[in-house]
Structures are given as C-alpha cells and as structure tokens.
C-alpha cells in the first residue's frame, strides 16, 4: 500500500486503519502531509495491523493537538510494548 493524505485527521487516520480492507497489508509506504494528529497514535495505529512486515512512515509537519498529558503517556508506553512485542514487523523507517 502507498498513499499519500494531505492534511489528515485523527479521525480520518483512525478510520481509515480501521478497514478490514487493510487488515492483510503486509507493505505500507505512508506520507502524511500538514495534518492535525499525535504522531505516536498514528505509529501505534500502524503497528497493531497484524501482518505488516514492512513500514515507511513519513510525517511532515503535524498539527499536534492538545491531548491530556496522562493519555498521551499511556498512549507511549503502549507504543514502547507493541514494538516490543511486534514479530511480524522486518523493516520501520520513520521519517518526521
């Protein structure tokens, strides 16, 4: 899968992650341009597809919008265990 979303939402990333279409991509090339998200959500929404083996993420100039701290944290630590826990997963490049 490539795509690019110019301007993207939290909620337009989630939903679109969400599609059962998705759920067998093992490939993602993702350039995310101008949007308003919090790009730890964005690569943990990423990393709990199950059959990703390879990830490219760009994310260029986000918007981050105002998150409880407490939220946020949790939302990290959950990210730190999924990528330790992740064993489909062969190649991430992340680019911000």
Known sequence: LEVE????TVE???K???????????ECYCELLF??????????????????KILHLIMDIPIIPTV????????CTELEK????????????IGY
């Open 5 to 8: 979303l110019y301007y993207p």
């Open 12 to 14: 337009l990333i989630h």
């Open 16 to 26: 679109s992650l969400q599609s059962s279409l998705l759920y067998n991509i093992q």
């Open 35 to 52: 949007g308003q998200y919090v790009p730890c959500l964005v690569l943990l929404q990423f990393l709990n597809l199950p059959q990703l």
């Open 68 to 75: 409880d701290n407490t939220y946020y944290t949790d939302k």
């Open 82 to 93: 999924c990528i330790e826990m992740n064993s489909t997963l062969q190649e991430m490049k």
